[in-house]
């Protein structure tokens, strides 16, 4: 099995709720639950794959500080090669994630160590020994976006790599100028459809028109994650299709489901499936994320995934 490295953005996220709307000043009110995850999309998609079987490393910077050692134990106990994990004289990257009665989920961030985070951070040997080659959290790596994730990739494309890059939303608001140059070094370019009508300026209500525009940009292939519709499938010079995911599987909370339908996705790569096969894998994988609180609480094995897939058959067809 192919080996994935994922690079970028790590953090705590503290959970809370439910979380319908804030206190006023000085109000004091209940809530049911809060617990502490490891999350930030390079390190997500990491423990997922870890703990779907598939051999994975992560290259991230963390601070010096409790929450560092929590997140490079976490992915460590997930099987996850925690070699390429720095820590730095900086505060690790925090996610205060609050979760509504309906699964939703809102953010409140300070940037930390996913800021700090460059390409010198990367060790040469981990970019040698991978073969998938996986840049997670763009937008928020203040340090490394742009030439400096461009230059990485066009190495790794040179060293027979597959390059892949999803990214995260801009608290900034500059979008594509942050990743411009990356685009054309990418293999398969798979971000969601609000994220990717933001790059492209385009309305999210026309995902064939996103992916055009992606296209454009240079980047060889696209998928256009589309919530619970699934994923736009849009291989180059092919005929393009939405796979559908599960509707009937009510989520407890979507934190982190778009990560790990990419960690679906690198999983099937990693065992060279095609692309609709690890599309249907990875919904498959997004829909057990989001059965429990966490971004990798519910993940399981490849083995379980599949088990899974064929008893939902008859909503969600393997052809």
Not at 112 to 135: H, M, N, T, Y
Request: proline share 5%; aromatic share 6%; with cysteine.
């Amino acid at each position: 099995m192919k080996k994935v490295l994922c690079v970028g953005s790590v953090t705590t996220d503290v959970i809370v709720s439910p979380v319908d709307s804030l206190p006023n000043p000085g109000e004091l009110r209940a809530i049911s639950s809060v617990s502490t995850h490891v999350g930030g999309c390079a390190a997500n998609a990491a423990n997922d794959l870890a703990k779907l079987g598939v051999p994975v490393a992560l290259s991230c910077k963390v601070g010096s500080d409790s929450f560092g050692e929590f997140v490079k134990n976490t992915a460590k106990e997930n099987g996850v090669d925690v070699s390429g994990v720095v820590m730095g004289d900086v505060d690790t990257t925090v996610s205060i994630v609050t979760v509504s009665s309906s699964g939703e989920r809102s953010f409140l961030y300070n940037p930390g160590s996913a800021a700090d985070f460059k390409l010198s951070d990367i060790p040469d040997s981990l970019l040698e020994e991978c073969d998938i080659v996986f840049v997670a959290g763009a937008m928020l790596l203040t340090s490394f976006d742009g030439a400096p994730c461009a230059e990485l990739m066009r190495r790794a494309r040179e060293m027979g790599k597959y390059t892949v890059m999803d990214t995260a939303w801009d608290f900034d608001d500059i979008w594509l100028p942050k990743i411009r140059e990356v685009i054309p070094h990418l293999d398969l370019f798979m971000p969601s459809i609000d994220e990717a009508a933001k790059l492209v300026g385009l309305s999210p209500k026309d995902p064939d028109a996103v992916a055009d525009k992606l296209f454009e940009l240079g980047a060889k292939n696209v998928i256009v994650k589309v919530g619970k519709h699934g994923a736009l499938i849009c291989e180059a010079n092919k005929e393009r299709y939405t796979l559908p995911t599960y509707l009937s599987i009510k989520p407890t909370d979507s934190t982190g489901a778009g990560d790990s339908f990419c960690a679906g996705f690198l999983a099937g790569l990693a065992q060279n499936w095609d692309y609709r096969r690890s599309g249907q894998f990875a919904n498959a994988v997004g829909t057990h994320c989001i059965q429990k609180v966490g971004a990798s609480t519910g993940i399981v094995s490849i083995e379980e995934t599949l088990k899974f897939m064929n008893e939902h058959q008859d909503e969600v067809p393997l052809d």
